[in-house]
Nanobody, 122 residues
Framework: DVQLQASGEGLVQPGGFLRLPCAAP????????IGWIRQPTGKEREWVSC????????YYADSVKGRFTISRDNAENTAYLQMSGLKPEDTAIYYC???????????????RGQGTQVTVSS
């Protein structure tokens, strides 16, 4: 079963930065949009960002716009979420997943793996 693997777990101070890679072996990576979804402990999942299959289009939730940057390297079958200006409310498990086309909600994103923990705290 194909699963996308998010990594880059970390504890950072407010205002800090972190980059999360998403490895996606085992399928035609360049045929799919890649999205990031996060889930704080005890709270609902939140769609964060998405990059189109070609990488030409990117989308962000209002809560992260201007602070996070999504990108991908189709030659390496890897996507990235670069996070800066981190806030305590960004603390969550972050998952990456694939979808045929980007959508600004956590609907239809499949093959997410175990996720990676991001903690923002002083």
């Amino acid at each position: 079963d194909v699963q996308l693997q998010a990594s880059g777990e970390g504890l950072v101070q407010p205002g800090g930065f972190l980059r999360l890679p998403c490895a996606a072996p085992g399928f035609n990576f360049g045929d799919y949009a890649i999205g990031w979804i996060r889930q704080p402990t005890g709270k609902e999942r939140e769609w964060v960002s998405c990059v189109s299959a070609t990488g030409d289009s990117t989308y962000y939730a209002d809560s992260v716009k201007g602070r996070f940057t999504i990108s991908r390297d189709n030659a390496e079958n890897t996507a990235y979420l670069q996070m800066s200006g981190l806030k305590p409310e960004d603390t969550a498990i972050y998952y990456c997943a694939r979808r045929a086309l980007c959508m600004r909600r956590d609907i239809g994103y499949f093959h997410r793996g175990q996720g990676t923990q991001v903690t923002v705290s002083s």
